[in-house]
């Protein structure tokens, strides 16, 4: 357990050294591509989050935890509105369903 959370606190400093920097503009994490903006801000995505925000997002995605991952995965489609457009989606689908099913 000791070993797994020095890892974690270690990635967080590399991500830390990574807002300081101005080395490179982006980096890619668990397929969540972290760009800062000339205001200081993070995007994630399409979507812009805080430098405390996006520090939060870092220690989620990192996480040994599916569920955590999945949570932060969640978070950053709901800012980018992609969540809704699922969700839209899936009740439209829902909708053809239930229409096929009562005209039978």
Same mark, same amino acid.
């Given at each position: 357990?000791?070993?797994?959370?020095?890892?974690? &606190? =270690? %990635?967080? &400093? &590399?991500? &830390? /050294?990574?807002? +300081? @920097? =101005?080395?490179?503009? @982006?980096?890619? $994490?668990?397929?969540? =591509?972290?760009?800062?903006?000339?205001?200081?801000?993070?995007? #994630?995505?399409?979507?812009?989050? @805080?430098?405390?925000?996006? !520090?939060?997002?870092?220690?989620?995605?990192? @996480? +040994?935890?599916?569920?955590?991952? /999945?949570?932060?995965?969640?978070?950053?489609?709901?800012?980018?509105? $992609? %969540? $809704? !457009? %699922? %969700?839209?989606?899936?009740?439209? /689908?829902?909708? #053809?369903?239930?229409?096929?099913? $009562?005209? +039978?």
């Amino acid at each position: 357990m000791g070993q797994d959370q020095d890892h974690q &606190e =270690r %990635l967080c &400093e &590399e991500f &830390e /050294l990574w807002l +300081r @920097s =101005r080395f490179t503009e @982006s980096i890619w $994490v668990r397929g969540h =591509r972290f760009e800062r903006t000339p205001t200081g801000d993070i995007l #994630v995505g399409d979507a812009l989050f @805080s430098e405390e925000e996006a !520090k939060q997002l870092f220690r989620m995605l990192t @996480s +040994r935890n599916p569920i955590t991952r /999945l949570n932060a995965t969640l978070i950053i489609w709901d800012r980018n509105g $992609v %969540l $809704v !457009k %699922l %969700l839209l989606a899936a009740a439209f /689908l829902l909708l #053809v369903l239930v229409y096929a099913w $009562v005209k +039978r």
